[in-house]
């Protein structure tokens, strides 16, 4: 890959703005990890409440997923061109608007709508999240930056069933998203008034929709094939999809390998410690996801418990 033009950047920014700037990075980035997993215990309250099939409602999660699966290489491409702030505020307004919108529906293709949106907003706040830690801190202490990043990240879902559990406990489920309301307003005045500016990595270049609609079809592809075999779609269907995947897929990493700016860098998975990074990360966050979506049916439908 092309070596990108060196830009100076200010070596991270003063105290104690620092400290309202890594916490309105830390609100965005708990929003958009906790709605990944919030919904999960919850789904069996709102199949019933929604008198929707429990296989149905699994739409409410893969929708937010499947958004963020699509989007967040664009965005994190986007954020070279026109600035991380930008990106990520941008992101976090989306993603509060589109709570509004799920805590308002009554039923699952108004729900799903809304998920679809809040996973574009939580795409554009994860895609330049630990660029903007490196803006505010200083070179000397990035690593505290990324663990602090770090443990918002784990905590958040940690956090997301047990958040979700108290709130079903009290409240009807709507509620689940209406608590992101006053948070996102809060992470989006911090973020106006303390995220610095950022200069523009790449100059005299601009945004290839062509690489972003790929992207998005490759991925998207990817996990409706595996949706169409889990739910008995016809298997010359799901033929069709996996050839189109196959072939699209070809002609977009063919096309990253000639691109002077790619948005998927294909050239830094031939380095060993980062290729088996992305593969551990993958299988972990795959292990993980599998887990969090069926332990509450189990947990609930099987052995009875609230």
């Known amino acids: 890959m092309p070596a ?21 990075v830390a609100f965005g980035v708990s929003l958009s990890v906790i709605d990944s997993t919030i919904a999960n215990v919850a789904l069996p309250t709102i199949s019933r409440a929604l008198g929707i099939s429990s296989a149905d409602s699994i739409w409410i999660v893969n929708a ?9 290489l664009s965005f994190s491409a986007l954020g070279d061109l026109i600035g991380y702030r930008k990106v990520y505020i941008g992101g976090l307004a989306l993603f509060t608007a589109a709570s509004v919108g799920c ?5 699952l293709g108004t729900l799903v709508a809304g998920r679809i949106f809040q996973g574009f907003g939580a795409a554009a706040v994860t895609s330049v999240n630990t660029t903007l830690i490196r803006v505010i801190y200083p070179r000397s202490q990035l ?40 948070v996102g307003i809060t992470a989006l005045v911090l973020s106006y008034r303390h995220l610095p500016q950022n200069p523009v990595r790449v100059r005299d270049h601009r945004f290839d929709w062509r690489d972003a609609v790929m992207n998005a079809l490759t991925f998207g592809l990817l996990m409706a094939s595996v949706e169409g075999y889990s739910h008995g779609v016809d298997l010359r269907i799901i033929a069709a999809g996996v ?29 060993p410690i980062f290729s088996v990074s ?20 189990y947990l609930q439908h099987a052995c009875g418990y609230d």
């Not at 997301?160 to 709130?167: I, K, R």
């Not at 995947?245 to 380095?271: C, K, M, V, W």
């Not at 551990?280 to 795959?286: A, E, G, N, P, V």
């Open 103 to 107: 805590a308002l529906s009554q039923s």
């Open 64 to 72: 937010y997923q499947l958004a963020i699966m699509v989007s967040l």
């Open 143 to 182: 690593g505290r930056g990324m663990g602090i990043n770090a443990t918002v990240v784990a905590v958040s879902s940690v956090a997301g069933p047990t958040l979700a559990a108290g709130v079903l406990a009290a409240a009807d489920w709507p509620w689940l998203f209406a608590v992101n309301i006053p």
């Open 278 to 297: 992305v593969a551990t990360s993958i299988c972990s966050f795959l292990g993980q996801m599998l887990a969090l979506v069926a332990l509450p049916f």
């Open 4 to 24: 990108t033009p060196h830009i100076p950047v200010a070596d991270g920014i003063p105290m104690p703005r620092r400290l309202w700037a890594i916490l309105a």
């Open 243 to 271: 050839a189109a995947l196959l072939l699209i897929g070809y002609l977009f990493i063919r096309r990253q390998l000639r691109e002077e700016y790619p948005i998927l860098p294909f050239d830094l998975l031939r380095i």
